[in-house]
């Protein structure tokens, strides 16, 4: 007999809503492990949210846990299967929509708020026809903004369901690879913080470690001709601007998810992430203890739903995207690269520069950025030069494209705005999966953003539920 029925290897939205699913169709009995390198929700803690400064906490407490990014994240559920992944590559449209509503409502059972943005056609339409007068391509998306308070909550209060159930158990701070056997897999190596290892043996493995696992899932699938496909590289900044500015268009849709195609080499460039009154916040990836890399510092985002805890800033990323071709096949190694050459420069944290400098040429230094009326809510960010760190193309187009959104938020071309970088999502090397997530080794499933097929929470948590299914069904 079986130690586990299932072992998922990740605890963020993909691996959570897997066994949500699983035990709404088997016995509470049944043997589910979680196993996850960073630690239980409770436990879980950033210095740098309370200090402003990071300590590197191995491994990092915003990226690993229960919940993964997301309990630290701004809980953007985007209810468009267009937005936030490529689950249509695998599923019908009408499939994928009926999954996203019924995912949805989990996510309210456990009290995600019930407002929706981005649900007034009229001022939509009105977004939309002005974008469309620059070449702007305005991608319609209603999105439920839990904040990251109501992220944290919502997803402990997942936790809490599912340790009352009999025959479930999560184990922190392991890491786990999993055992390969005649194309079948047979369970998983669990090594302990301490160094220990132990062997367990399971029916079923879910892969679905995150993008700060994406890495790890590519190694596994090397090494055991799985098959990858490259996916769009995406790397640009984060950029920052007085509320004021982004209000025209984050008051009606909250995050406005804009395309443009860059006049010098028509690169894709787009708007994500998008958090009115938020905070650009600092993360690490890799840097959990049994990782094959060193970490690096990359910018990300997040807001509060509490009104009384907003700043006088929004921030969104904006993102060059590149599809390579053959003989390339190091999506990942590229984007930790490009992150790395920042790191270097700051001595390993996120580097910050006013667009006006940039414009012109030279470093950002202290005593510019203090002249900025926008004031930075990353203090611990380096001012710089983004232009030894980023491609030519890439900044070349970043550049073209805030000029081109400029004519939509009145502002954004500024001297004063500032960009922080970098910012990569590592969810570039797509494995090959059938349609309900399996690799060719039989019983080894890999979903979410770390198999490359999802891009954020709702479409990652829907891969957990069709993997749920297709277990169950078998």
């Known amino acids: 007999m ?93 499939k994928v929509r009926e999954l996203i509503k019924y995912t949805d409502s989990v996510y309210l059972d456990f009290g995600a708020p019930e407002l929706i943005h981005g649900l007034n056609d009229r001022k939509v339409d009105e977004i939309a026809y002005e974008c469309s007068k620059h070449n702007i391509h305005l991608v319609r998306c209603p999105v439920r903004h ?65 993008r700060g696992g994406a890495q790890w899932l590519a190694k596994i699938a090397a090494e055991n001709d799985l098959g990858t496909k490259n996916n769009e590289v995406d790397i640009g900044v984060r950029v920052e601007v007085p509320n004021s500015v982004m209000d025209p268009v984050t008051k009606h849709l909250y995050e406005a998810k804009m395309v443009y195609y860059s006049d010098t080499f028509e690169s894709k460039v787009r708007t994500f992430c998008m958090n009115p009154g938020g905070i650009v916040s600092e993360e690490h990836y890799n840097a959990g203890f049994n ?27 904006m993102l060059v995207s590149t599809k390579f071709t053959e003989p390339f096949n190091q999506p990942i190694e590229y984007g930790r690269y490009i992150a ?18 940039l414009l012109l040429g030279r470093r950002t230094d202290y005593t510019r950025l203090k002249k900025s009326t926008t004031r930075p809510t990353l203090v611990t960010a380096v001012p710089g030069d983004l232009s030894f760190v980023l491609p030519h193309r890439h900044l070349t187009s970043i550049i073209e494209a805030i000029r081109a959104f400029d004519k939509i938020v009145p502002g954004l071309y500024s001297k004063n705005t500032l960009l922080y970088g970098i910012e990569v999502k590592f969810y570039s090397s797509k494995i090959t999966v059938s349609d309900s997530f399996e690799t060719k080794v039989k019983g080894l499933y890999a979903i979410g953003d770390g198999a490359g097929i999802t891009r954020g929470l709702m479409q990652a948590s829907v891969t957990g539920v069709v993997v749920a299914r297709d277990i169950c069904g078998k």
């Open 146 to 210: 839990m904040g990251t308070e109501y992220s944290f909550e919502v997803l402990r209060a997942m936790y809490e369901y599912l340790c009352k159930i009999e025959g479930f158990s999560f184990m922190e701070n392991t890491h786990a690879d999993p055992i390969i056997e005649n194309g079948a897999v047979t369970g998983a190596e669990l090594t302990f913080k301490n160094g220990e290892k132990k062997t367990v043996t399971a029916d079923y493995v879910v892969a679905a470690p995150g």
């Open 2 to 94: 079986k130690d586990y029925s299932v072992i998922v290897i990740g605890a963020g939205p993909a691996g959570i809503f897997t066994v949500l699913e699983m035990y709404k169709h088997v016995s509470p009995r049944t043997k589910i492990l979680i196993v996850d390198e960073g630690r239980s929700i409770d436990h879980r803690n950033c210095p740098a949210r309370v200090n402003g400064v990071c300590v590197g906490c191995k491994p990092c407490n915003i990226m690993s846990g229960w919940s993964g990014a997301g309990a630290f994240s701004d809980g953007k559920l985007s209810l468009s299967e267009e937005v936030g992944g490529n689950l249509t590559d695998y599923l019908p449209v009408d």
């Open 291 to 317: 990782t094959f890399k060193d970490s690096i510092a990359v910018v990300n985002g997040h807001s509060y739903a509490d009104e009384t805890m907003h700043t006088e800033n929004t921030n969104f990323a």
């Open 340 to 357: 790395q050459l920042g790191n270097m420069l700051t001595g390993g944290g996120v580097m910050v520069q006013r667009l006006g400098d």
